[in-house]
């Protein structure tokens, strides 16, 4: 088994992070956690499923991190976010 997050884990920690992430200290965006069900979610008995996930509230931006310099964030933000 690989080490990291599993996929099935995801949603609820994105739902966790929203939750801690008090008086919007992080600036994690509002998540919510949603059942829904999709033609496009066909196991191989081609049965219709239900499936979770995180619903989050979109953000405009950018570009990402890994894209910038290190000099360009600064050791309070870095900090912020652990």
């Known amino acids: 088994l690989r080490q990291g997050v ?4 995801q949603a609820a920690r994105e739902v966790a992070a929203f939750l801690l992430d008090h008086d919007n200290f992080a600036g994690v965006p509002e998540t ?3 059942h829904c069900r999709h033609t496009k979610f066909v196991r191989a008995n081609n049965k219709v499923v239900w499936k979770i996930g995180a619903f989050q509230a979109y953000v405009e931006t950018k570009d990402t991190s890994g894209n910038f310099a290190p000099q360009v964030f600064g050791v309070s933000d870095v900090h912020r976010i652990g």
């Open 6 to 9: 599993l996929s099935s884990q």
């Open 32 to 34: 919510g956690l949603v």
